[in-house]
């Protein structure tokens, strides 16, 4: 079966004045919109690439402007199952307009935008299909596309954590495609921007499902490993450091690259293992079990 808003594989059935015409080779001719009963074929508008007839190609399928399905050898940013960040390039009072790498742009009504959705800036967002008014369209009220935590999952295993939209505590993730998360600004070690994709770790999974994630691990292995880092900083340093609790975050991911969360655990740790002592303007190594 052929998908809209998914790569296909067609073959060309013929050349015409305005484009070449695509066929299922398989000729099922079986395509998930009732459009099918009267278009049989699908169109490939005029492009810069020469095809002959019975070549394969590897087309993405949307709707025209006159609601028939069309294909494109453009990589589309977007498919169907997916979530992406797009840039929007247009605002109306209808909605707003993204670009999703396709000539014509793709349009997210305005019951499926946010008011923070502005001009020039990425909008997260995943592709509907409306089969039965021949439509696809963005939506960035994603949420209910989002799942809860799995029953299980491995915590030292990095994670795709794409950035859709802030919140008092933080900022909201979709992790691996797939499901909710949460990143606290109290584990931020870098400045991060929605649309941003970056690499993480699953913290910590609550009691109702929903997913807390870092951009660092936060196991054991990874607090023995920054402790090791401060206690041969500090004897580096002749056993002293002005580098505290209270130090600013911005200075200790200049020393460390993590946030001043996992520091703080980390120096709480080597205090409770009688390894460092800790006073309001430095810390210092504890000559006794060093």
Excluded: C
């Excluded at 989002?146 to 900022?171: C, F, H, N, R």
């Excluded at 691990?217 to 990874?222: E, F, G, L, V, Y």
Aim: hydrophobic share 40%.
């Amino acid at each position: 079966m052929l998908s809209i808003g998914k790569i296909n594989r067609l073959i060309v059935k013929e050349a015409s004045p305005v484009g070449y015409v695509l066929a299922d080779p398989n000729k099922t001719q079986q395509i998930d919109s009732p459009w099918t009963e009267n278009q049989k074929d699908v169109l490939l508008p005029v492009s810069d690439v020469e095809l002959n007839e019975g070549q394969l190609v590897d087309v993405f399928l949307y709707y025209g402007q006159d609601k028939s399905v069309h294909a494109s050898m453009h990589t589309a940013l977007i498919s169907m199952g997916e979530f992406k960040a797009l840039n929007v390039v247009g605002l109306t009072d209808a909605g707003a307009f993204l670009d999703w790498g396709l000539p014509r742009d793709l349009f997210a009504p305005k019951q499926h935008i946010h008011s923070e959705v502005a001009m020039g800036v990425p909008a997260v967002v995943t592709l509907i299909h409306e089969p039965k008014q021949n439509r696809l369209y963005a939506s960035a009220k994603i949420e209910q596309f989002l799942l809860d935590a799995p029953s299980k999952w491995d915590m030292t295993q990095s994670v795709e954590l794409l950035i859709y939209a802030q919140s008092p505590l933080g900022y909201k993730v979709i992790i691996d495609n797939k499901y909710a998360g949460l990143l606290y600004k109290s584990d931020l070690f870098k400045t991060v921007h929605i649309g941003e994709t970056h690499r993480g770790y699953i913290s910590r999974i609550r009691e109702d499902g929903k997913i807390d994630v870092s951009l660092q691990r936060h196991d054991k292995a990874q607090r023995q490993s920054l402790a090791e880092q401060i206690l041969s900083d500090l004897d580096a340093h002749g056993g002293l450091s002005t580098l505290t609790d209270k130090s600013s975050a911005d200075e200790i991911q200049l020393r460390f690259n993590v946030s001043k969360g996992a520091y703080k655990k980390a120096i709480g740790q080597l205090y409770k293992d009688k390894k460092i002592v800790i006073s309001p303007t430095h810390i210092k190594r504890n000559e006794e079990t060093k």
